[in-house]
């Protein structure tokens, strides 16, 4: 099955294309390729964190701190956040659907201030407006699905956790409902347009 972020990317095409025209190719590449790094390296040191490295080997812990210094202080901003998350059911596990027919690795599913939730980090240059981070939510409601049909176990708040280079930290809750009726049209549109390509 193709990935969920696969899936949803048809959705901005259009506006991620117009930036790449606007700013240039090279620049386009080099500004994805470093938040993609960023991204990477902020998933590792919250996932480390999680798993209790920090208290079991601190010193391995430590070691993300020279690797990646700004990865680092922005985890640092995030910390606090990760203290809501307990009871954890996985964290960068692969899952899948079989009624939906798409895939993906969640970040984490756990319980968030005591609902179990699908979680997910993101790293950003700035603050993000909540219209342009819907993907995120239909992405959160996928995972939600796909966790309930393999394990049958509903859940049904999606939260995304958002630190930014200055430090700042966002923080949205949603319920799964409110971004399934958008969930199916975009895997169906994803479907169709491969079928043409194909």
């Given amino acids: 099955y193709p990935s969920i972020t696969t899936v949803l990317s048809i959705r901005n095409k259009k506006g991620l294309h117009e930036w790449r025209e606007r700013v240039g190719h090279d620049v386009a590449n080099h500004i994805a390729r470093t938040a993609a790094n960023r991204g990477t390296a902020v998933h590792k ?89 819907e993907n995120y939510f239909i992405q959160g ?7 309930e049909e393999r394990f049958n176990q509903e859940i049904n708040q999606v939260v995304i956790l958002i630190v930014t280079e200055d430090g700042a930290v966002q923080t949205f809750i949603k319920d799964k409902k409110d971004y399934l009726p958008l969930l199916k049209p975009a895997i169906e549109e994803f479907y169709k347009e491969n079928e043409t390509i194909n």
């Fill in 45 to 133: 040191m919250c996932e480390d964190y999680l798993n209790n490295q920090h208290l079991a080997w601190p010193s391995e812990f430590e070691k993300h701190k020279s690797k990646n210094f700004l990865a680092w202080c922005m985890f640092a901003q995030m910390k606090d956040i990760l203290e809501n998350i307990n009871n954890i059911k996985c964290l960068e596990s692969n899952l899948y659907s079989d009624k939906l027919k798409v895939a993906g690795q969640v970040d984490c599913i756990a319980e968030y201030k005591g609902e179990l939730s699908v979680i997910d980090f993101k790293t950003s240059t700035k603050e993000k407006k909540e219209e342009w981070i």
């Fill in 141 to 147: 409601s996928a995972y939600c699905e796909m966790y």
